[in-house]
């Protein structure tokens, strides 16, 4: 990301270096079947499954951590407001 302060970010300056990036990530996907499929002898098709469920779980979780994290923080700020504005 050390790229992205070197070029002034523009619209298309992000869409180059994006691909650029996914040119780099894009093939270790690939890579990621052929190697556990050669390594554990699964099928393809329970191995797609899998690592769907595992990306599907990880933004699950952020979401789900994001959601409650912010209402926790938004409940303890009304609340030291309140007892300042109320002065106990």
């Known amino acids: 990301m050390a790229y992205t302060w070197i070029v002034e970010l523009t619209s298309t300056s992000l869409f180059v270096l994006g691909g650029l990036t996914g040119f780099v990530v894009g093939p270790l996907f690939a890579l990621s079947f ?12 329970l191995l797609g499954i899998s690592l769907c469920a595992c990306g599907l779980g990880s933004i699950g ?23 300042l504005y109320n002065g106990s």
């Open 34 to 45: 052929a190697w556990i499929k050669h390594q554990l002898n699964v099928i393809p098709l």
């Open 61 to 83: 979780m952020q979401k789900i951590a994001g959601k409650y994290f912010f209402e926790m923080i938004i409940d303890d700020f009304n609340r030291i407001v309140s007892r």
